[in-house]
């Protein structure tokens, strides 16, 4: 094997007809892993012919960049295949050299005892005093192709990835380690900085939230004061209970709202948010006003009509102010309350207040009445749902790959989603019933709008992979948004 010729053919070739734009992946990055790879090997005696393969492989891992950025360690395996055999590298030979190259693809995953070594070269940077500019190169790189956009965003794929990265010699770990954690810690509190600001809402963003809260408050008023309270129709929840007591005591209707949903403000304060109380705190006196304000319409005495279109105009209101991150019915955060001190669920707290308020009502203005209140109240439901999940609803996903390692790694570092992984077996097929493999399987759960990027990744990784998906009825917890209920 003639390591030094082929290192005088190629690093010129690297040096010269590597693109100016690739910062971080240019013929100096090689130099430093060649040099990491023969630190380590030697550290941990390795030498002769494995040595020589090992610093080959170096030499060649992203000469794939020559040709294009994309999949460059196919590219890479691809060109120590068409030069090797020139500088005495026969089949095995080179086989093992492409191996190497492709176990650090990321995530890395070497099976050789030599791919380690290769692995934790090419990512050697990581504990050392010169992260930042490493870091700073590979920004404006990823930049250029598009990977990264913001230096906001970099700075939260720097951090999945360190908390998940792990060296994979003795060498490496105990001289990087300890230092690649500050590095970690620094950006951690870095990301914390930028998230803490980052929730802050832009002009445009309260704008937008105030027409929401002036739209959905209009809405929510319309519906009672034009259908529900001229015909005597009740809803579900604190705007249900508001109604009851208003056609029992004769009480006014604006006046029992505010004073109903106020206690679960409080609570709310200290439970949801800040922000969140004193959203739904203008919300409910803005809605008091419009009661007092909007006269009784009764646009119509069609009682079907008066379920469904006060239910729905009544849904799409609250619905509004949801999206704008408030509420104008507390009865949600009645049910958080009450979770952290019951076994029941949130569903189930508030149907059992429901059922309260709807036998009441069969009970004072008569079964009819009561039942189609119930509609007036499923139509609401379904007008939330769409208002406030029609884009958000969540899919499960199941994904059963032979190459789940690559696969685990886009989910969680390019579509930020967490991930949960079975351990399974692949195969059992008609006519090979006795052949299988051990496997992962993948599921995580994602927005609707997330699913054709999350099936291009994966088709990316591996064309035949077995992916499907399942509507989610009731997600909370993990880093999924949690769900409103009316």
């Given at each position: 094997m003639q390591y030094e010729e082929a290192y005088t053919f190629l690093m010129p070739k690297l040096e010269k007809e590597l693109p100016l734009w690739l910062t971080y992946h240019n013929a100096q990055h090689t130099k430093n892993v060649i040099e990491a790879a023969e630190h380590l090997a030697v550290t941990e005696n390795v030498s002769g012919k494995d040595l020589i393969l090992l610093k080959t492989a170096a030499l060649f891992h992203d000469?794939?960049?020559?040709?294009?950025?994309?999949?460059?360690?196919?590219?890479?395996?691809?060109?120590?295949?068409?030069?090797?055999?020139?500088?005495?590298?026969?089949?095995?030979?080179?086989?093992?050299?492409?191996?190497?190259?492709?176990?650090?693809?990321?995530?890395?995953?070497?099976?050789?005892?030599?791919?380690?070594?290769?692995?934790?070269?090419?990512?050697?940077?990581?504990?050392?005093?010169?992260?930042?500019?490493?870091?700073?190169?590979?920004?404006?790189?990823?930049?250029?192709?598009?990977?990264?956009?913001?230096?906001?965003?970099?700075?939260?794929?720097?951090?999945?990835?360190?908390?998940?990265?792990?060296?994979?010699?003795?060498?490496a770990r105990k001289e990087r380690d300890v230092l690649k954690q500050k590095v970690l810690k620094k950006i951690k509190l870095s990301v914390k900085t930028?998230?803490?600001?980052?929730?802050?809402?832009?002009?445009?963003?309260?704008?937008?939230?105030?027409?929401?809260?002036?739209?959905?408050?209009?809405?929510?008023?319309?519906?009672?004061?034009?259908?529900?309270?001229?015909?005597?129709?009740?809803?579900?929840?604190?705007?249900?209970?508001?109604?009851?007591?208003?056609?029992?005591?004769?009480?006014?209707?604006?006046?029992?709202?505010?004073?109903?949903?106020?206690?679960?403000?409080?609570?709310?304060?200290?439970?949801?948010?800040?922000?969140?109380a004193y959203k739904t705190f203008i919300s409910v006196i803005l809605?008091?006003?419009?009661?007092?304000?909007?006269?009784?319409?009764?646009?119509?005495?069609?009682?079907?009509?008066?379920?469904?279109?006060?239910?729905?105009?009544?849904?799409?209101?609250?619905?509004?102010?949801?999206?704008?991150?408030?509420?104008?019915?507390?009865?949600?955060?009645?049910?958080?309350?009450?979770?952290?001190?019951?076994?029941?669920?949130?569903?189930?707290?508030?149907?059992?207040?429901?059922?309260?308020?709807?036998?009441?009502?069969?009970?004072?203005?008569g079964v009819e009445t009561a039942l189609y209140s119930i509609l007036t109240y499923f139509a609401a439901t379904r007008s939330i749902d769409y208002v406030v999940e029609g884009l958000q609803a969540y899919t499960g996903v199941t994904i059963i790959s032979g190459e789940s390692e690559a696969i685990k790694y886009e989910l969680v570092n390019k579509l930020g989603r967490g991930i949960t992984v079975y351990k399974g077996e692949r195969g059992f097929l008609p006519g090979n019933f006795d052949v299988s493999a051990d496997c992962d399987i993948i599921f995580t759960v994602i927005s609707r709008l997330e699913l054709r990027k999350l099936n291009n990744l994966v088709h990316d990784v591996d064309p035949k992979a077995f992916v499907f998906a399942s509507t989610i009825k009731e997600a909370s917890g993990g880093i999924i948004k949690r769900r409103h209920k009316h």
């Open positions: 000469s794939g960049f020559l040709e294009n950025h994309q999949k460059h360690e196919e590219l890479s395996c691809q060109f120590a295949k068409k030069y090797l055999p020139d500088y005495d590298y026969d089949d095995d030979e080179i086989e093992l050299i492409c191996s190497m190259i492709m176990a650090t693809r990321l995530p890395q995953t070497p099976k050789e005892e030599l791919a380690k070594y290769l692995c934790d070269a090419d990512l050697y940077y990581l504990g050392t005093e010169e992260y930042d500019s490493y870091a700073e190169k590979l920004f404006a790189e990823f930049k250029k192709t598009g990977f990264v956009r913001t230096e906001a965003e970099w700075k939260i794929k720097q951090a999945d990835f360190l908390a998940t990265h792990n060296y994979f010699t003795p060498t930028i998230q803490s600001h980052s929730h802050k809402p832009s002009l445009r963003e309260s704008i937008q939230d105030t027409i929401f809260i002036l739209c959905g408050v209009v809405l929510a008023s319309l519906a009672l004061k034009g259908f529900l309270v001229p015909n005597h129709f009740f809803d579900g929840g604190v705007t249900g209970l508001s109604l009851l007591v208003h056609e029992i005591y004769h009480s006014n209707l604006a006046i029992v709202i505010v004073l109903f949903n106020l206690p679960l403000i409080i609570i709310s304060y200290f439970s949801v948010g800040k922000s969140f809605l008091g006003v419009a009661l007092v304000l909007v006269p009784d319409l009764a646009l119509t005495e069609d009682k079907l009509l008066i379920s469904i279109f006060g239910g729905v105009f009544l849904g799409v209101g609250v619905g509004l102010v949801m999206r704008a991150g408030a509420a104008l019915d507390g009865i949600e955060v009645l049910a958080l309350y009450t979770l952290k001190r019951t076994s029941f669920t949130i569903t189930e707290i508030i149907m059992g207040i429901n059922i309260f308020i709807f036998t009441i009502a069969a009970m004072r203005f």
